[in-house]
């Protein structure tokens, strides 16, 4: 079974850098779109930052544009999240996504996406 796993989470000061790995498990895991997503209670899920199969595609939410740079692995089977500059409203569970091909189509919209870690928790302050 296809597992993504998250790891990286944890407090920073604001201004203060933190890096997420992500891991997929999956014999097609270096061929398809992956992205973090993040969630802060009593908020609707939204994109942070997209890449992807083949790594040569990025894209990126409004808010950490600038600040967050994703990348992948010469395997393509994981993907980071460089998050620089970081502001207390950085504050959220972060969520590593996948989706079943290779093209990042909808990536904004977390309701396109088919797979999903059990996310990992940043603080700022």
């Known amino acids: 079974d296809v597992q993504l796993v998250e790891s990286g989470g944890g407090s920073a000061q604001a201004g203060g850098s933190l890096r997420l790995p992500c891991a997929h498990s999956g014999a097609t895991a270096g061929s398809v779109c992956m992205g973090w997503f993040r969630q802060a209670p009593g908020t609707e899920r939204e994109v942070v930052a997209v890449v992807s199969g083949d790594g040569d595609n990025t894209y990126y939410g409004d808010s950490v544009k600038d600040r967050f740079i994703i990348s992948r692995n010469g395997a393509k089977n994981t993907i980071y999240l460089q998050m620089d500059g970081l502001r207390p409203e950085d504050t959220a569970m972060y969520l590593c996504?996948?989706?079943?091909?290779?093209?990042?189509?909808?990536?904004?919209?977390?309701?396109?996406?088919?797979?999903w870690g059990q996310g990992t928790q940043v603080t700022v302050s």
């Open positions: 996504a996948a989706k079943e091909s290779y093209y990042c189509n909808n990536w904004r919209t977390w309701r396109y996406w088919g797979r």
